[in-house]
């Protein structure tokens, strides 16, 4: 497995000591620097890393200019990006997600959580780079993952596993999204190995998410006058069928394949 590269400000040498122990379970590679971010930008610019774990507040820039920064200077890619923050609220959340980050995590946070959210970027970041063949299969994994990026659904909750895999057999088995508690449900439950339940409550709890603290602007093109305040948040049937009949258009998917079970 290649080697996946990380910046990441921390300066407490326990938790670097942590960091590192388990990063080297996963072969992800990890340069920390201190709290600057000008510095930081600087180094993102020499070194392209893969991911870039940064606080939200630092010295010269916060967590959001360093990544207006970066993207302003067009490096070759852009990594991608979590802030952690030692306080973390919705509006915070917000603003850290809008300004193109992945999660916001609060400390003092999980090295293997953090680990996970890294591999499943990098999963992303191979299947958009790669220069082989793209299957059918691969694309609608890229094009559900990007897209629940793109609204705001935190990559580090359960529900953003369970709507992309809702969303996958909805793209292959449209029918399915009228038998939501009696297929849908258990069959993305027991992907996960959980209960219907869970995965009805955790998807929800993912859609209020990303409703409070997504982008306005995506929102409103993808789901147009559902988000009125009169009409409330959709429901888990509204956004789930939403976003599979955008994506069955977008790629006109002609029969059903069913690999929801691979992602």
Known sequence: MEEIRVLMTETDEKVIKKVSQVFAEYSISCVFLARNGAKLVNKIIDVLPHFVVMDFYMSQMDSCDVISCVKSKAPIRLPEFVVVSGYVNEGLEKEAITSGASCLLSRPYDSHELSKIILDGYTRFKNN???????????????????????????????????????????????????????????????????????????????????????????????????????????????????????????????????????
Request: charged letters at 20%.
């Open 129 to 263: 780079n790669s220069t082989q063949h793209i299957t059918q299969e691969n694309r609608l994994e890229i094009e559900v993952t990007e897209l629940l990026h793109t609204i705001g659904v935190p990559a580090h909750i359960k529900g953003y596993y369970y709507l992309r895999s809702s969303i996958v057999l909805c793209v292959n088995i449209p029918n399915i999204i009228n038998t939501m508690t009696r297929q849908l449900y258990p069959n993305v439950a027991e992907i996960y190995a959980t209960t219907a339940p869970r995965v009805e409550r955790a998807i929800r709890h993912a859609i209020e998410v990303a409703w409070d603290r997504g982008n306005i602007n995506v929102l409103n093109n993808l789901f147009g006058s559902t988000i009125q305040d009169s009409k409330g948040k959709p429901t888990n049937t509204e956004f789930i069928a939403m976003i599979s009949d955008k994506i069955r258009l977008s790629y006109k998917y002609d029969s059903p394949h069913v690999f929801a079970n691979k992602i």
